[in-house]
């Protein structure tokens, strides 16, 4: 029987360097770091032994293949046409409803509607996350790729801070990344796993810290 999950694309449906870095992404969720091989990302691929070698010939080259796979993945959850969809939608809801225009209502559209994806439809992706976040402080070479790849996170969400009106647009930035990564690792991997929070209390709970932020 072939080993490739179901969550695994098949062979004819992508290229072959983003199958093996889809199998890498789904071992380290599923195995953590330690079932993370060449022979295992075969398997996991449904390809030849020795395919991974051939395309990330060393351990190093597999994990920054398995970053830049994961930058890509996460960068799809929501896309810029929703992002923007989101921020109408709810733009013309406020004005409809109150005649009033929320400056964070956007934002906080399309923050909520990322983390609910998130947490409903993509676990495996943030578990491998976490586990490349891991290793990476202890490979420098691993950190930089990992730290290029989250520019490509924080400079979209300074823009979208900018355009609600933040005085401080990085430094609101940090901190809306920072919430957003505790929110989604306790709801995956710490105290809240049991039960993951509904779209609208994301949103509101997301609401009241950009409240604080832009009136400041």
């Known amino acids: 029987m072939n080993a490739r999950s179901d969550r695994t694309p098949a062979p004819a449906a992508v290229p072959r360097h983003e199958l093996i870095a889809d199998a890498a992404l789904t071992l380290l969720a599923e195995r953590g770091m330690r079932g993370l091989t060449h022979r295992a990302v075969d398997e996991q691929a449904g390809l030849p032994q020795g395919s991974t070698s051939n395309v990330a010939r060393t351990r190093a080259a597999l994990l920054e293949a398995a970053v830049r796979r994961l930058a890509e993945r996460e960068a799809a959850v929501l896309t810029a046409r929703e992002r923007a969809g989101a921020g109408r939608a709810e733009a013309g809801a ?7 225009e929320d400056p964070g209502a956007a934002v906080a559209e399309a923050l909520s509607l990322a983390l609910h994806r998130y947490l409903s439809r993509h676990r495996e992706l943030l578990l491998a996350r976490y586990e490349l976040a891991l290793e990476a402080t202890r490979r420098p070479e691993l950190r930089a790729v990992y730290d290029r790849a989250g520019r490509a996170f924080r400079e979209p969400m300074a ?9 401080d647009p990085e430094r609101h930035a940090m901190s809306m990344v920072a919430w957003c990564d505790g929110i989604l690792f306790s709801c995956i991997a710490g105290q809240f796993h049991a039960a993951a ?16 932020m832009l009136r400041a």
């Open 94 to 100: 406020g004005a409809e409803g109150s005649g009033t």
């Open 159 to 167: 823009a979208m801070l900018a355009a609600a009106g933040s005085a």
């Open 197 to 212: 929070p509904t779209r609208a209390t994301l949103r509101t709970s997301c609401a009241e810290l950009l409240d604080g």
